[in-house]
């Protein structure tokens, strides 16, 4: 595992007005998933590869476990670091397995030595090793393709995994598939994971934290609530979709609509829970509170009451916030 | 085919019988091909590299790929005498053009985001080299190569006028005694030779197109 800082780190182009990346610092946490959002042009990508060092900062550093990027070979430190990108980039004239096992094979490893691990990697991304190891990649459907390209970064091991975009070619329904796999996945292993998209839904989804980029400088960086919550600008609010109470509803916890117990409330909700499912059994048991317990202890009860006044007490100190925080990359407390 | 049919011909200890002058001119042929290849390879990767280098290379290579094979014979003769080099040189030398062009559109033609790829996953530049672009070429290079194969079993035949026997000695011997089953048998020979040849590198080249059949990135 892998803590990666950001530290000041700017891109400029020779040829380009404004650089591709602005002055941008930030900290993944090891084993997070951090979301690179925004949309094209944003620097994401460009910022994602100075990691691996495909593209050097032109000043600035990015630090791995504190040692800067720049201080390493950059053979070697591509070597521990997993890449996965949009098009999957399988080699078409590799089988999946010589696929799969590149990374270890440039590193030295013959063919009978990395058998098992070829074998364990496509079990983890779901494809059965017997069926798919003799194949080449345009036998496999995209979705079974992106399995191997994940495969593939995992090969060696990397404590690091830069992902661009992986699963922007898919259609929806293998997209979501292949969502909730990396999550699976990411339970077994626990990467750093830096994601690139422009997909809100899946920054949503996946991300412990997201990073919003426009125009090449970072706008707001935190967890998704606290982007939901605390939306530094009007551009985050719309790329979020703040002022969507459903979304509110899927991503705030049923601590943000606390109140104190009383006796009505007759089931109990676990305090990690979100506020929909919450809002969902409410409107079954018709009227009523839930009882909020964390560890056993009661925290508190929700109630219809006090959902819909905490989305309406969001809603002001997103506005609120937006005025005061504008375009700032300060990350708001979070509201819980 | 009263000439090839007969046993006569098939003597192995005679040095001009069918067999030996089929092998001759498959050792010419194999031999120009290899050396040309030896020498394509460095300067097609070269020429890929420094753009600017490949038009005067493609063009020199074209100019002398233009000169005809006799001229060039007569122009080797009193530097090579009736070596067996008179004949390769030549033959070499008109590989090249057809050798550099393909390698080079080989090259050329490989997605450079499988490159990028390759270089992420942190391949040097000769792994990238050997590892990616050499295989994802290599159906371009052999379609060259059958090419450049073809002709040279053709322009071989040209040997015996300086002195080097292979089929080409049936043709030139027929015409001088003006044995019209020679000069068939000859130029029979020299076909099927070429047909075969093709085929072979053919079935080289779908080898090594495994999996390949778009020399991109596979589609989603």
Not at chain 1, 150 to 174: C, K, N, S
């Amino acid at each position: 595992m892998a803590t990666i800082e950001f530290v000041d780190v700017t891109k400029e182009y020779p040829n380009a007005k404004t650089p591709a990346v602005d002055n941008v610092s930030f900290t993944v946490h090891e084993g997070a998933i951090c979301m690179l959002l925004g949309t094209s042009g944003s620097g994401k990508t460009t910022l994602l590869r100075m990691v691996n060092r495909l593209i050097d900062p032109t000043s600035g550093e990015i630090r791995i476990d504190g040692v800067p990027t720049t201080q390493q070979d950059p053979i070697a430190l591509r070597r521990s670091i997993g890449y996965v990108i949009q098009q999957v980039g399988l080699f078409p004239h590799l089988s999946i397995e010589d696929n799969v096992r590149v990374v270890p094979s440039i590193l030295g490893k013959s063919a009978a030595e990395t058998r098992d691990r070829v074998d364990e990697l496509l079990h983890l991304v779901g494809l059965e090793p017997a069926e798919y190891r003799k194949r080449y990649p345009r036998q496999l459907s995209g979705g079974q393709q992106q399995r191997v390209g994940l495969a593939r970064a995992l090969a060696a091991d990397p404590a690091v995994l830069l992902m661009d975009e992986p699963f922007g070619a898919l259609d929806a329904i293998t997209r979501a598939r292949l969502q909730d796999e990396l999550l699976n996945v990411q339970r077994g292993v626990r990467k750093t994971i830096l994601f690139v998209t422009h997909d809100v839904e899946e920054a949503f989804k996946l991300g412990d934290q997201i990073v919003v980029m426009s125009e090449g400088k970072l706008v707001q960086e935190g967890s998704p609530i606290e982007l939901l919550a605390q939306p530094a600008s009007d551009f985050v609010r719309q790329l979020v979709g703040a002022d969507n109470i459903l979304r509110q509803f899927e991503y705030q916890p049923v601590t943000a609509a606390l109140e104190p117990a009383t006796d009505a409330a007759q089931e109990r909700i676990a305090a990690d829970e979100r506020l929909l499912p919450a809002l969902l059994r409410l409107i079954q048991m018709r009227n009523g509170a839930l009882a909020v317990v964390r560890d056993g202890e009661t925290l508190g009860q929700v109630s219809l009451a006090s959902v819909f006044a905490s989305v309406q007490s969001i809603h002001r100190n997103a506005s609120a916030a937006s005025g005061e925080h504008n375009r700032s990359a300060d990350s708001a407390p979070v509201i819980r | 085919m009263s000439y090839i049919l007969d046993g006569y011909n098939w003597d192995l200890t005679d040095p001009g019988s069918i067999p030996n002058l089929l092998i001759a001119h498959i050792s010419i042929t194999f031999v120009s091909v290899l050396i040309g290849l030896a020498i394509a390879f460095p300067l097609a990767f070269l020429v890929a590299r420094f753009k600017h280098l490949y038009l005067p290379t493609v063009t020199t290579a074209g100019i002398l790929y233009t000169i005809p094979s006799l001229a060039l014979f007569a122009l080797l003769i009193p530097f090579t005498a009736f070596s067996q080099a008179t004949v390769l040189i030549p033959l070499v030398i008109y590989t090249q053009v057809v050798l550099i062009r393909n390698i080079v559109a080989g090259i050329r033609a490989v997605d450079p985001q499988l490159v990028e790829v390759g270089r992420a996953m942190g391949m040097n530049s000769w792994q990238l080299q050997w590892r990616v672009v050499l295989p994802l070429a290599m159906p371009v290079i052999i379609a060259g190569i059958r090419v450049v194969t073809v002709t040279t079993i053709g322009i071989a035949t040209l040997a015996p006028w300086v002195g080097t026997e292979d089929l080409g000695t049936l043709m030139y011997q027929g015409f001088n005694f003006a044995r019209s089953d020679m000069e068939a048998a000859g130029t029979i020979l020299v076909i099927a030779l070429a047909v075969a040849a093709d085929l072979l590198l053919l079935g080289v080249q779908a080898a090594l197109s495994r999996g390949q059949r778009v020399n991109a990135l596979s589609e989603a």
